[in-house]
Protein backbone atom coordinates (compact mmCIF):
# COMPACT_ATOMS: atom_id res chain seq x y z
CA UNK A 1 0.00 0.00 0.00
CA UNK A 2 1.13 3.56 -0.64
CA UNK A 3 2.28 5.12 2.50
CA UNK A 4 0.51 8.27 3.26
CA UNK A 5 3.65 10.31 2.82
CA UNK A 6 3.81 9.62 -0.79
CA UNK A 7 3.54 12.78 -2.77
CA UNK A 8 0.92 12.57 -5.94
CA UNK A 9 4.15 13.40 -8.26
CA UNK A 10 7.78 14.27 -7.77
CA UNK A 11 7.57 18.04 -8.76
CA UNK A 12 5.04 20.77 -9.27
CA UNK A 13 5.48 23.00 -12.30
CA UNK A 14 3.07 25.38 -14.01
CA UNK A 15 0.03 25.41 -11.39
CA UNK A 16 0.00 21.39 -11.61
CA UNK A 17 2.17 18.49 -10.60
CA UNK A 18 4.29 16.28 -12.84
CA UNK A 19 6.41 13.59 -12.94
CA UNK A 20 8.92 12.73 -15.10
CA UNK A 21 10.13 8.80 -13.93
CA UNK A 22 13.42 9.28 -16.27
CA UNK A 23 15.09 10.95 -13.20
CA UNK A 24 17.36 9.41 -10.79
CA UNK A 25 15.16 7.80 -7.81
CA UNK A 26 15.24 9.40 -4.97
CA UNK A 27 14.16 7.44 -1.45
CA UNK A 28 12.58 9.25 1.03
CA UNK A 29 13.22 7.23 4.53
CA UNK A 30 11.52 7.67 7.70
CA UNK A 31 14.21 8.61 10.23
CA UNK A 32 12.10 7.06 13.15
CA UNK A 33 12.51 3.37 11.68
CA UNK A 34 14.89 3.56 8.87
CA UNK A 35 11.91 2.90 6.53
CA UNK A 36 11.21 4.16 2.68
CA UNK A 37 7.96 5.51 2.84
CA UNK A 38 8.33 7.33 -0.41
CA UNK A 39 10.03 7.98 -3.70
CA UNK A 40 10.97 11.09 -5.72
CA UNK A 41 12.55 11.15 -8.88
CA UNK A 42 15.22 14.11 -9.52
CA UNK A 43 14.60 16.55 -11.80
CA UNK A 44 15.71 15.86 -15.71
CA UNK A 45 17.10 18.47 -17.92
CA UNK A 46 13.38 18.37 -19.49
CA UNK A 47 12.04 19.27 -16.16
CA UNK A 48 14.54 22.08 -15.18
CA UNK A 49 13.73 24.13 -18.54
CA UNK A 50 10.02 23.24 -17.65
CA UNK A 51 9.93 24.99 -14.47
CA UNK A 52 12.38 28.11 -16.19
CA UNK A 53 10.59 28.91 -18.76
CA UNK A 54 7.07 28.53 -16.96
CA UNK A 55 8.45 30.36 -13.88
CA UNK A 56 10.22 32.97 -16.29
CA UNK A 57 6.64 33.59 -18.73
CA UNK A 58 4.22 33.72 -15.30
CA UNK A 59 6.07 36.82 -14.04
CA UNK A 60 5.46 39.45 -16.15
CA UNK A 61 1.52 39.27 -15.30
CA UNK A 62 1.97 38.42 -11.63
CA UNK A 63 4.82 41.92 -11.88
CA UNK A 64 2.35 43.62 -12.78
CA UNK A 65 -0.64 43.15 -10.63
CA UNK A 66 -0.90 45.49 -7.58
CA UNK A 67 0.37 44.79 -4.23
CA UNK A 68 -2.96 44.48 -2.79
CA UNK A 69 -3.77 41.22 -5.27
CA UNK A 70 -0.68 39.66 -4.34
CA UNK A 71 -1.22 40.19 -0.77
CA UNK A 72 -4.64 38.72 -0.48
CA UNK A 73 -3.64 35.69 -2.69
CA UNK A 74 -0.26 34.64 0.11
CA UNK A 75 -2.70 35.76 2.84
CA UNK A 76 -5.66 33.50 1.71
CA UNK A 77 -2.61 31.12 1.46
CA UNK A 78 -1.59 31.42 5.44
CA UNK A 79 -5.01 30.62 6.51
CA UNK A 80 -5.33 27.57 4.12
CA UNK A 81 -2.14 26.22 5.99
CA UNK A 82 -3.20 26.89 9.51
CA UNK A 83 -6.71 25.07 8.84
CA UNK A 84 -4.52 22.07 7.88
CA UNK A 85 -1.56 22.47 10.25
CA UNK A 86 -2.14 19.17 11.59
CA UNK A 87 -1.75 16.99 8.36
CA UNK A 88 0.98 19.43 7.04
CA UNK A 89 2.96 18.79 10.52
CA UNK A 90 2.40 15.09 10.14
CA UNK A 91 4.37 15.34 7.15
CA UNK A 92 6.77 17.67 8.28
CA UNK A 93 7.58 14.72 10.95
CA UNK A 94 7.43 12.07 8.32
CA UNK A 95 9.59 13.87 5.69
CA UNK A 96 12.72 14.86 8.67
CA UNK A 97 11.85 12.83 11.82
CA UNK A 98 11.14 15.71 14.15
CA UNK A 99 8.59 15.07 17.18
CA UNK A 100 5.19 15.94 16.64
CA UNK A 101 4.77 18.27 19.56
CA UNK A 102 7.69 20.13 17.71
CA UNK A 103 6.03 20.51 14.07
CA UNK A 104 2.59 21.93 15.26
CA UNK A 105 3.96 24.90 16.48
CA UNK A 106 7.54 25.42 14.22
CA UNK A 107 6.65 24.27 10.51
CA UNK A 108 3.52 25.00 8.81
CA UNK A 109 2.67 27.75 11.30
CA UNK A 110 5.93 29.57 10.76
CA UNK A 111 5.21 29.51 7.17
CA UNK A 112 1.47 30.85 7.23
CA UNK A 113 3.39 33.54 9.53
CA UNK A 114 5.54 34.36 6.43
CA UNK A 115 2.72 34.00 3.83
CA UNK A 116 0.81 36.34 6.10
CA UNK A 117 3.46 38.88 7.04
CA UNK A 118 4.37 39.25 3.45
CA UNK A 119 0.93 39.06 1.77
CA UNK A 120 0.49 42.30 4.24
CA UNK A 121 3.27 43.90 3.36
CA UNK A 122 3.16 43.61 -0.50
CA UNK A 123 0.16 46.64 -0.74
CA UNK A 124 2.87 48.87 0.89
CA UNK A 125 6.07 48.79 -1.29
CA UNK A 126 6.43 52.06 -2.91
CA UNK A 127 8.57 54.34 -4.25
CA UNK A 128 10.05 57.75 -2.97
CA UNK A 129 9.46 61.13 -4.46
CA UNK A 130 12.65 63.00 -4.05
CA UNK A 131 12.43 66.98 -4.88
CA UNK A 132 15.34 68.13 -6.82
CA UNK A 133 14.10 72.12 -6.97
CA UNK A 134 11.87 72.46 -9.71
CA UNK A 135 12.64 68.98 -10.80
CA UNK A 136 12.34 65.98 -9.10
CA UNK A 137 13.16 62.12 -8.85
CA UNK A 138 10.30 59.75 -8.26
CA UNK A 139 12.18 55.32 -7.33
CA UNK A 140 10.04 52.52 -8.10
CA UNK A 141 10.29 48.96 -6.19
CA UNK A 142 10.36 46.42 -9.02
CA UNK A 143 11.06 42.82 -8.54
CA UNK A 144 13.63 40.97 -9.42
CA UNK A 145 12.17 38.54 -11.84
CA UNK A 146 12.71 35.02 -11.72
CA UNK A 147 14.22 33.93 -8.39
CA UNK A 148 15.41 30.22 -7.33
CA UNK A 149 15.13 29.17 -3.49
CA UNK A 150 17.44 26.15 -2.81
CA UNK A 151 16.62 24.52 0.80
CA UNK A 152 17.98 22.20 3.42
CA UNK A 153 16.79 19.79 4.95
CA UNK A 154 15.79 20.96 8.66
CA UNK A 155 12.78 23.11 7.97
CA UNK A 156 11.40 21.88 4.67
CA UNK A 157 8.05 24.11 5.35
CA UNK A 158 9.79 27.05 7.03
CA UNK A 159 12.47 27.91 4.28
CA UNK A 160 9.47 26.93 1.33
CA UNK A 161 7.81 29.57 2.81
CA UNK A 162 10.79 32.20 3.66
CA UNK A 163 11.95 32.35 0.53
CA UNK A 164 8.71 32.12 -1.19
CA UNK A 165 6.49 34.48 0.48
CA UNK A 166 8.64 37.44 0.16
CA UNK A 167 9.33 36.66 -3.62
CA UNK A 168 6.13 36.53 -4.54
CA UNK A 169 4.84 39.47 -2.75
CA UNK A 170 7.33 41.49 -4.52
CA UNK A 171 6.12 40.48 -7.60
CA UNK A 172 8.46 38.04 -8.79
CA UNK A 173 8.56 33.87 -9.45
CA UNK A 174 10.02 31.44 -7.88
CA UNK A 175 11.63 27.64 -8.81
CA UNK A 176 12.66 26.11 -5.56
CA UNK A 177 14.48 23.09 -4.69
CA UNK A 178 14.24 21.26 -1.58
CA UNK A 179 17.33 19.48 -0.20
CA UNK A 180 16.99 15.92 -1.53
CA UNK A 181 16.71 14.20 1.96
CA UNK A 182 13.54 16.36 2.44
CA UNK A 183 11.71 16.36 -0.75
CA UNK A 184 7.66 16.25 0.57
CA UNK A 185 7.10 19.49 2.40
CA UNK A 186 7.69 21.89 -0.43
CA UNK A 187 5.50 20.45 -2.72
CA UNK A 188 2.36 20.98 -0.34
CA UNK A 189 2.97 24.41 0.13
CA UNK A 190 2.91 24.89 -3.64
CA UNK A 191 -0.17 23.09 -3.26
CA UNK A 192 -1.55 25.11 -0.75
CA UNK A 193 -0.16 28.33 -2.99
CA UNK A 194 -2.24 27.71 -5.81
CA UNK A 195 -5.60 26.69 -4.05
CA UNK A 196 -5.50 29.98 -2.60
CA UNK A 197 -5.37 31.53 -6.55
CA UNK A 198 -1.46 31.74 -6.89
CA UNK A 199 -1.46 32.15 -10.96
CA UNK A 200 0.23 29.00 -12.44
CA UNK A 201 3.56 28.76 -12.98
CA UNK A 202 4.63 31.29 -10.43
CA UNK A 203 5.67 28.78 -7.39
CA UNK A 204 7.34 25.70 -8.92
CA UNK A 205 8.81 23.03 -6.63
CA UNK A 206 11.21 20.64 -8.53
CA UNK A 207 13.67 18.09 -6.93
CA UNK A 208 17.16 16.68 -7.34
CA UNK A 209 20.94 16.96 -5.50
CA UNK A 210 23.38 19.17 -5.89
CA UNK A 211 23.43 19.54 -9.60
CA UNK A 212 19.75 20.25 -10.29
CA UNK A 213 20.77 23.17 -7.46
CA UNK A 214 23.78 24.12 -9.59
CA UNK A 215 21.84 23.65 -13.03
CA UNK A 216 19.00 26.25 -11.77
CA UNK A 217 21.82 28.83 -10.32
CA UNK A 218 23.69 29.11 -13.31
CA UNK A 219 20.83 29.47 -15.82
CA UNK A 220 20.82 33.12 -17.71
CA UNK A 221 17.02 33.14 -16.94
CA UNK A 222 17.56 33.16 -13.43
CA UNK A 223 17.65 37.22 -11.41
CA UNK A 224 18.30 35.71 -7.57
CA UNK A 225 19.43 33.13 -6.16
CA UNK A 226 18.34 32.46 -2.40
CA UNK A 227 20.17 29.11 -0.33
CA UNK A 228 19.40 27.73 2.96
CA UNK A 229 22.52 25.53 3.47
CA UNK A 230 26.08 24.66 4.24
CA UNK A 231 29.04 26.88 4.25
CA UNK A 232 31.15 25.01 1.65
CA UNK A 233 27.62 24.72 -0.54
CA UNK A 234 27.10 28.51 0.06
CA UNK A 235 30.98 29.35 -1.23
CA UNK A 236 30.19 27.19 -4.52
CA UNK A 237 26.29 28.74 -5.09
CA UNK A 238 27.80 32.43 -4.62
CA UNK A 239 30.85 31.73 -7.18
CA UNK A 240 28.12 30.67 -9.42
CA UNK A 241 26.27 33.34 -9.07
CA UNK A 242 28.43 35.80 -9.38
CA UNK A 243 29.56 35.01 -12.65
CA UNK A 244 25.80 35.56 -13.81
CA UNK A 245 25.84 38.43 -11.81
CA UNK A 246 23.00 37.57 -9.71
CA UNK A 247 21.71 38.67 -6.72
CA UNK A 248 22.12 36.92 -3.98
CA UNK A 249 20.64 35.92 0.09
CA UNK A 250 23.30 33.01 1.53
CA UNK A 251 21.81 31.64 5.06
CA UNK A 252 24.42 28.90 5.99
CA UNK A 253 26.31 27.49 9.13
CA UNK A 254 27.20 28.55 12.55
CA UNK A 255 29.18 27.69 15.88
CA UNK A 256 27.35 30.38 17.95
CA UNK A 257 28.17 31.44 21.37
CA UNK A 258 25.67 31.43 24.13
CA UNK A 259 27.25 33.34 26.89
CA UNK A 260 25.71 32.92 30.76
CA UNK A 261 27.16 35.21 33.46
CA UNK A 262 27.63 33.87 36.90
CA UNK A 263 24.32 36.55 37.56
CA UNK A 264 21.69 34.79 35.09
CA UNK A 265 19.01 33.19 36.64
CA UNK A 266 19.91 29.57 36.15
CA UNK A 267 16.56 28.00 34.98
CA UNK A 268 16.20 30.28 32.09
CA UNK A 269 19.96 29.61 31.14
CA UNK A 270 19.50 25.75 31.14
CA UNK A 271 16.16 26.52 29.65
CA UNK A 272 17.74 28.70 27.09
CA UNK A 273 20.54 26.40 26.33
CA UNK A 274 18.37 23.46 26.00
CA UNK A 275 16.24 25.35 23.16
CA UNK A 276 19.75 26.68 21.57
CA UNK A 277 21.18 22.69 21.50
CA UNK A 278 18.73 20.18 21.85
CA UNK A 279 15.47 21.62 19.40
CA UNK A 280 14.68 19.76 16.32
CA UNK A 281 17.60 17.31 17.97
CA UNK A 282 20.45 19.80 17.37
CA UNK A 283 19.74 20.29 13.53
CA UNK A 284 19.15 23.98 13.60
CA UNK A 285 21.70 26.31 12.02
CA UNK A 286 21.31 29.01 14.81
CA UNK A 287 21.94 26.67 17.83
CA UNK A 288 24.02 28.33 20.56
CA UNK A 289 26.06 24.96 20.64
CA UNK A 290 29.67 26.36 22.29
CA UNK A 291 27.92 27.78 25.98
CA UNK A 292 30.46 29.78 28.02
CA UNK A 293 29.83 29.63 31.53
CA UNK A 294 31.44 31.72 34.12
CA UNK A 295 33.11 29.90 36.67
CA UNK A 296 31.24 30.83 39.32
CA UNK A 297 27.67 29.02 38.84
CA UNK A 298 29.21 26.57 36.52
CA UNK A 299 28.41 23.42 38.51
CA UNK A 300 25.04 24.53 39.50
CA UNK A 301 24.41 25.15 35.59
CA UNK A 302 25.68 22.05 34.96
CA UNK A 303 24.12 19.93 37.54
CA UNK A 304 20.60 21.62 36.12
CA UNK A 305 21.22 21.23 32.91
CA UNK A 306 21.88 17.04 33.41
CA UNK A 307 18.66 16.89 35.32
CA UNK A 308 16.44 18.43 32.80
CA UNK A 309 18.15 16.90 29.67
CA UNK A 310 17.43 14.01 31.21
CA UNK A 311 13.55 14.51 30.65
CA UNK A 312 13.73 14.11 26.83
CA UNK A 313 11.36 11.85 25.77
CA UNK A 314 12.32 9.69 22.95
CA UNK A 315 10.47 7.76 21.12
CA UNK A 316 7.82 8.24 18.40
CA UNK A 317 8.05 11.21 16.46
CA UNK A 318 3.97 11.27 15.75
CA UNK A 319 3.01 10.42 19.53
CA UNK A 320 2.75 13.98 21.10
CA UNK A 321 4.50 13.19 23.94
CA UNK A 322 7.96 12.33 22.22
CA UNK A 323 9.73 15.81 22.69
CA UNK A 324 13.54 14.56 20.92
CA UNK A 325 13.45 13.15 17.60
CA UNK A 326 16.14 11.35 15.43
CA UNK A 327 18.92 12.78 13.43
CA UNK A 328 17.12 13.17 9.86
CA UNK A 329 19.26 10.76 7.89
CA UNK A 330 21.51 7.23 8.84
CA UNK A 331 24.56 9.69 7.44
CA UNK A 332 24.00 12.73 9.98
CA UNK A 333 23.67 10.37 12.75
CA UNK A 334 27.31 8.83 11.98
CA UNK A 335 28.55 12.65 11.34
CA UNK A 336 27.04 13.41 14.87
CA UNK A 337 28.80 10.32 16.74
CA UNK A 338 31.63 10.78 15.22
CA UNK A 339 32.17 14.24 16.21
CA UNK A 340 31.04 12.74 19.75
CA UNK A 341 34.24 9.90 19.66
CA UNK A 342 36.37 13.37 18.63
CA UNK A 343 34.70 15.05 22.00
CA UNK A 344 36.14 12.31 24.16
CA UNK A 345 39.04 11.72 22.61
CA UNK A 346 40.17 15.36 22.84
CA UNK A 347 39.53 15.67 26.45
CA UNK A 348 35.88 16.71 26.78
CA UNK A 349 34.38 16.06 30.15
CA UNK A 350 30.91 14.36 29.17
CA UNK A 351 28.08 14.82 31.60
CA UNK A 352 25.24 13.25 29.73
CA UNK A 353 24.19 10.87 26.79
CA UNK A 354 27.74 10.13 24.65
CA UNK A 355 25.85 7.48 22.36
CA UNK A 356 23.71 6.18 19.86
CA UNK A 357 19.78 5.49 21.82
CA UNK A 358 19.02 2.14 22.11
CA UNK A 359 15.75 1.81 19.70
CA UNK A 360 15.09 1.87 15.86
CA UNK A 361 15.86 4.93 14.02
CA UNK A 362 18.71 7.51 14.18
CA UNK A 363 18.46 8.59 17.22
CA UNK A 364 20.99 10.16 19.15
CA UNK A 365 20.93 10.94 22.92
CA UNK A 366 21.10 14.63 23.92
CA UNK A 367 24.65 15.19 24.98
CA UNK A 368 26.37 17.29 26.89
CA UNK A 369 30.27 17.95 27.75
CA UNK A 370 31.78 20.05 30.03
CA UNK A 371 35.35 21.38 30.23
CA UNK A 372 35.73 21.83 26.58
CA UNK A 373 38.57 24.17 25.35
CA UNK A 374 38.34 26.69 22.51
CA UNK A 375 40.70 24.43 20.19
CA UNK A 376 38.67 21.13 20.55
CA UNK A 377 37.19 20.16 16.92
CA UNK A 378 33.67 20.25 19.19
CA UNK A 379 34.43 23.82 19.95
CA UNK A 380 35.08 24.42 16.28
CA UNK A 381 33.55 22.66 13.81
CA UNK A 382 29.73 22.83 13.02
CA UNK A 383 28.22 19.61 14.01
CA UNK A 384 24.37 19.78 13.21
CA UNK A 385 23.23 17.34 16.20
CA UNK A 386 22.49 17.42 19.47
CA UNK A 387 26.16 17.78 21.06
CA UNK A 388 26.28 20.88 23.51
CA UNK A 389 29.73 22.09 24.28
CA UNK A 390 30.18 23.51 27.42
CA UNK A 391 33.29 25.86 27.95
CA UNK A 392 34.32 27.79 30.74
CA UNK A 393 35.23 32.01 31.35
CA UNK A 394 36.51 34.00 34.28
CA UNK A 395 36.03 37.97 32.72
CA UNK A 396 33.78 39.92 29.87
CA UNK A 397 36.49 40.79 28.07
CA UNK A 398 37.74 36.90 27.63
CA UNK A 399 34.22 36.06 26.92
CA UNK A 400 33.84 38.26 23.99
CA UNK A 401 37.44 38.07 22.55
CA UNK A 402 36.45 33.80 22.59
CA UNK A 403 33.15 33.83 21.51
CA UNK A 404 34.25 36.19 18.36
CA UNK A 405 37.20 33.61 17.38
CA UNK A 406 35.52 31.61 14.59
CA UNK A 407 34.67 32.05 11.13
CA UNK A 408 31.04 31.78 11.52
CA UNK A 409 28.66 34.59 12.66
CA UNK A 410 25.00 33.81 12.11
CA UNK A 411 23.71 34.00 16.14
CA UNK A 412 25.20 35.25 19.78
CA UNK A 413 23.02 35.03 23.13
CA UNK A 414 24.00 36.78 26.32
CA UNK A 415 22.03 35.29 30.18
CA UNK A 416 22.94 38.16 32.82
CA UNK A 417 20.88 40.29 35.17
CA UNK A 418 22.79 42.84 34.57
CA UNK A 419 20.88 44.74 31.23
CA UNK A 420 24.00 47.09 30.82
CA UNK A 421 26.39 44.25 30.10
CA UNK A 422 23.99 42.38 28.29
CA UNK A 423 23.85 45.33 25.67
CA UNK A 424 27.48 45.92 25.72
CA UNK A 425 28.33 42.05 25.14
CA UNK A 426 25.97 42.31 22.58
CA UNK A 427 26.95 45.42 20.88
CA UNK A 428 30.58 43.45 20.42
CA UNK A 429 29.22 40.18 19.34
CA UNK A 430 29.85 39.11 15.57
CA UNK A 431 26.86 38.16 14.75
CA UNK A 432 23.28 38.76 12.94
CA UNK A 433 21.18 37.19 15.41
CA UNK A 434 21.27 38.00 18.67
CA UNK A 435 19.35 36.95 22.09
CA UNK A 436 19.28 38.21 25.32
CA UNK A 437 17.94 36.25 28.22
CA UNK A 438 16.43 34.15 25.46
CA UNK A 439 17.73 32.06 22.37
CA UNK A 440 16.15 30.89 18.64
CA UNK A 441 13.35 33.04 18.54
CA UNK A 442 12.40 33.02 15.02
CA UNK A 443 9.65 35.49 14.57
CA UNK A 444 9.04 36.64 11.32
CA UNK A 445 9.03 40.48 12.07
CA UNK A 446 12.54 39.92 13.05
CA UNK A 447 15.28 40.01 10.45
CA UNK A 448 16.99 36.65 10.49
CA UNK A 449 20.30 35.76 8.71
CA UNK A 450 24.35 36.02 10.01
CA UNK A 451 27.72 37.99 8.94
CA UNK A 452 31.47 36.20 8.22
CA UNK A 453 31.31 33.10 7.00
CA UNK A 454 27.40 32.60 8.07
CA UNK A 455 26.03 33.84 5.17
CA UNK A 456 24.65 37.35 3.19
CA UNK A 457 21.88 39.50 3.21
CA UNK A 458 18.66 38.56 5.80
CA UNK A 459 15.46 36.60 5.51
CA UNK A 460 12.04 37.90 7.48
CA UNK A 461 11.12 41.75 8.16
CA UNK A 462 11.23 44.05 6.11
CA UNK A 463 14.60 43.34 5.49
CA UNK A 464 13.82 40.63 3.10
CA UNK A 465 12.03 43.01 0.55
CA UNK A 466 15.50 44.62 0.33
CA UNK A 467 16.53 41.55 -1.43
CA UNK A 468 13.64 40.36 -3.42
CA UNK A 469 13.17 43.68 -5.24
CA UNK A 470 15.37 46.57 -6.63
CA UNK A 471 14.70 50.02 -6.49
CA UNK A 472 14.82 52.10 -10.64
CA UNK A 473 14.97 55.89 -10.04
CA UNK A 474 13.81 58.21 -12.59
CA UNK A 475 14.96 61.97 -12.94
CA UNK A 476 12.12 63.98 -14.21
CA UNK A 477 13.25 67.49 -15.77
CA UNK A 478 10.98 70.13 -15.95
CA UNK A 479 12.76 72.84 -17.41
CA UNK A 480 15.12 72.84 -20.74
CA UNK A 481 18.12 70.24 -21.21
CA UNK A 482 21.46 72.33 -21.23
CA UNK A 483 24.18 71.13 -23.02
CA UNK A 484 27.87 72.01 -23.18
CA UNK A 485 27.48 71.93 -27.33
P1 LIG B 1 23.91 21.56 2.08
O1 LIG B 1 24.76 22.75 2.00
O2 LIG B 1 24.51 20.23 1.89
O3 LIG B 1 22.74 21.66 0.99
C1 LIG B 1 21.88 22.77 0.93
C2 LIG B 1 21.10 22.72 -0.38
O4 LIG B 1 21.96 23.04 -1.47
C3 LIG B 1 20.52 21.33 -0.68
O5 LIG B 1 19.25 21.48 -1.30
C4 LIG B 1 21.55 20.78 -1.65
O6 LIG B 1 21.03 19.75 -2.45
C5 LIG B 1 21.89 22.02 -2.46
N1 LIG B 1 23.17 21.98 -3.15
C6 LIG B 1 24.27 21.23 -2.87
N2 LIG B 1 25.27 21.52 -3.74
C7 LIG B 1 24.81 22.48 -4.59
C8 LIG B 1 25.36 23.20 -5.68
N3 LIG B 1 26.61 23.00 -6.10
N4 LIG B 1 24.59 24.11 -6.31
C9 LIG B 1 23.32 24.35 -5.91
N5 LIG B 1 22.74 23.69 -4.87
C10 LIG B 1 23.46 22.78 -4.21
O7 LIG B 1 23.15 21.68 3.46
P2 LIG B 1 22.24 20.64 4.21
O8 LIG B 1 21.01 20.35 3.43
O9 LIG B 1 23.11 19.52 4.64
O10 LIG B 1 21.77 21.49 5.47
C11 LIG B 1 22.53 21.65 6.59
C12 LIG B 1 23.27 22.97 6.57
O11 LIG B 1 22.38 24.05 6.35
C13 LIG B 1 23.95 23.23 7.86
O12 LIG B 1 25.29 23.57 7.65
C14 LIG B 1 23.23 24.42 8.44
O13 LIG B 1 24.01 25.22 9.22
C15 LIG B 1 22.68 25.11 7.26
N6 LIG B 1 21.45 25.81 7.59
C16 LIG B 1 21.46 27.17 7.65
C17 LIG B 1 20.34 27.87 8.01
C18 LIG B 1 20.32 29.36 8.04
O14 LIG B 1 19.26 29.93 7.91
N7 LIG B 1 21.42 30.03 8.20
C19 LIG B 1 19.11 27.17 8.35
C20 LIG B 1 19.20 25.74 8.23
C21 LIG B 1 20.34 25.10 7.87
P3 LIG B 1 21.07 18.23 -1.93
O15 LIG B 1 21.12 18.23 -0.46
O16 LIG B 1 19.80 17.71 -2.46
O17 LIG B 1 22.29 17.64 -2.54
Known amino acids: MTHPAQPKASHFINGAYVEDTAGTPIPVIYAATGEQI ?69 DATSGADALEYFGGLAGSLTGEHIPMGE ?77 VGAALVT ?15 GKKVYAAAAAGMKHVTMELGGKSPLIIFDDANVENAVGGAINGNFYSSGQVCSNGTRVFVQKGIKEKFLARLAERTGAAVLGDPQDEATNFGPMVTENQMNIVLGYIEKGKEEGARLICGGKRADMPGFFVEPTVFADVTDDMTIAREEIFGPVMSVLDFDTEEEVIARANDTEFGLSAGVFTNDFSRAHRVIGQLEAGSCFINSYNDAPVEAPFGGVKASGVGRENSKEAIKHFSQVKSVYVRMGDVEAAF
Not at 144 to 158: E, F, K, M, R, S
Not at 192 to 205: D, F, S
Not at 219 to 233: E, F, H, M, W
Open 38 to 106: ATVYAATPTIVEQALSTAKEAQKAWGKMTGTERGRILRRAADIMRARNHELSVLETYDTGKPLQETLVA
Open 135 to 211: DWVYTVREALGLCVGIGAWNYPTQIACWKGAPALACGNSMVFKPSETTPLCALKVAEILHEAGLPAGLYNVIQGMGE
Open 219 to 233: DPRVDKVSLTGSVPT
